[in-house]
């Protein structure tokens, strides 16, 4: 991995030299566009309205306008700006972990000792453990003034980007308003459909299926000559006319909770969730591009 940023966690006396990296990366297939008609490459260029030419990166600076007035900022301006040349990760408070709503989670990074010495480092890591408590921090990177939350997983503090306040929206439906009653009945039958799946949480046993069939399509694709029958490599689609059916709640948990018991066996599964194979043929996956056996993203690898 490569530093991105250098700088130092301080709060109170104590200061922490760190290196910060992404903790995430993407794995996606990379696509880009083609004309239809010839497979030709589409392009986009920025040109200049003024005088009509292409325009290198490093000859284009930033502005704002503000409908009457246009103010061009070059790249020194915006690093004379006292809060893009601070280097230090403030600590503004220390709170219970709890408290922190997951939905105000932005990126993600690793901090890593940027000193001989770790004690100061270890000693903070440990102090965050120890009190079960999340440090809220304010630092600038990137051209901008940053939230976030410094925490520990495993033996490394990891800083998480926090979006402010102000870009958190807040739900409010209609349809809400109206309180269903909600017999014991089914809120039992709903527990026992929870406790049925429950499972210690295993992120490496899901995959991103999307992925997983784009590059069955890729090679495919490539293996029969660029030419190739999505249903050939896919299977037919299964029928949705059962599935789209409204069902009662307490049917739909009570074939839920059978489902289950069973394995998964009464929706054309087997035990693991693999789709069952039709006669003479092999398990269908389902298409990308809409198909009704393809699933979201995040399904278990190998289900």
């Given at each position: 991995?490569?530093?991105?940023?250098?700088?130092?966690?301080?709060?109170?006396?104590?200061?922490?030299?760190?290196?910060?990296?992404?903790?995430?990366?993407?794995?996606?297939?990379?696509?880009?566009?083609?004309?239809?008609?010839?497979?030709?490459?589409?392009?986009?260029?920025?040109?200049?309205?003024?005088?009509?030419?292409?325009?290198?990166?490093?000859?284009?600076?930033?502005?704002?306008?503000?409908?009457?007035?246009?103010?061009?900022?070059?790249?020194?301006?915006?690093?004379?700006?006292?809060?893009?040349?601070?280097?230090?990760?403030?600590?503004?408070?220390?709170?219970?972990?709890?408290?922190?709503?997951?939905?105000?989670?932005?990126?993600?990074?690793?901090?890593?000792?940027?000193?001989?010495?770790?004690?100061?480092?270890?000693?903070?890591?440990?102090?965050?453990?120890?009190?079960?408590?999340?440090?809220?921090?304010?630092?600038?990177?990137?051209?901008?003034?940053?939230?976030?939350?410094?925490?520990?997983?495993?033996?490394?503090?990891?800083?998480?980007?926090?979006?402010?306040?102000?870009?958190?929206?807040?739900?409010?439906?209609?349809s809400l308003e109206e309180k269903p009653r909600i017999s014991a009945k089914e809120l039992e039958m709903s527990a026992a459909l929870v406790?049925?799946?429950?499972?210690?949480?295993?992120?490496?046993?899901?995959?991103?299926?999307?992925?997983?069939?784009?590059?069955?399509?890729?090679?495919?694709?490539?293996?029969?000559?660029?030419?190739?029958?999505?249903?050939?490599?896919?299977?037919?689609?299964?029928?949705?006319?059962?599935?789209?059916?409204?069902?009662?709640?307490?049917?739909?948990?009570?074939?839920?909770?059978?489902?289950?018991?069973?394995?998964?066996?009464?929706?054309?599964?087997?035990?693991?969730?693999?789709?069952?194979?039709?006669?003479?043929?092999?398990?269908?996956?389902?298409?990308?591009?809409?198909?009704?056996?393809?699933?979201?993203?995040?399904?278990?690898?190998?289900?």
């Amino acid at each position: 991995m490569r530093a991105i940023w250098k700088g130092a966690v301080a709060f109170g006396l104590v200061n922490v030299p760190v290196k910060v990296y992404s903790a995430t990366e993407d794995h996606d297939v990379a696509l880009h566009q083609v004309h239809d008609k010839d497979g030709g490459r589409i392009r986009y260029q920025r040109r200049c309205e003024v005088c009509g030419k292409v325009v290198d990166y490093a000859n284009i600076d930033k502005a704002y306008d503000d409908g009457e007035h246009t103010v061009i900022l070059t790249a020194e301006d915006l690093e004379s700006l006292p809060a893009e040349k601070s280097r230090e990760i403030e600590v503004v408070e220390f709170i219970p972990s709890e408290q922190l709503d997951p939905i105000m989670l932005d990126r993600s990074y690793y901090l890593e000792p940027d000193s001989s010495s770790t004690k100061a480092y270890t000693l903070l890591r440990r102090t965050l453990e120890k009190t079960d408590r999340t440090a809220i921090v304010k630092f600038a990177l990137r051209q901008k003034t940053r939230l976030g939350a410094l925490r520990v997983r495993g033996d490394v503090l990891m800083l998480q980007t926090l979006l402010w306040a102000d870009e958190v929206r807040e739900a409010s439906f209609p349809s809400l308003e109206e309180k269903p009653r909600i017999s014991a009945k089914e809120l039992e039958m709903s527990a026992a459909l929870v406790d049925s799946f429950s499972e210690d949480f295993a992120p490496e046993e899901f995959e991103d299926d999307y992925q997983v069939q784009l590059r069955q399509l890729l090679e495919a694709k490539i293996a029969q000559g660029d030419a190739i029958d999505t249903e050939a490599t896919f299977g037919e689609p299964a029928n949705e006319e059962e599935g789209a059916k409204v069902l009662d709640l307490m049917e739909a948990l009570r074939r839920s909770v059978e489902r289950t018991k069973s394995g998964g066996k009464n929706d054309g599964k087997d035990a693991k969730g693999k789709a069952a194979a039709p006669e003479g043929g092999k398990p269908r996956t389902g298409a990308p591009g809409g198909r009704s056996t393809a699933r979201a993203a995040g399904k278990k690898k190998g289900a």
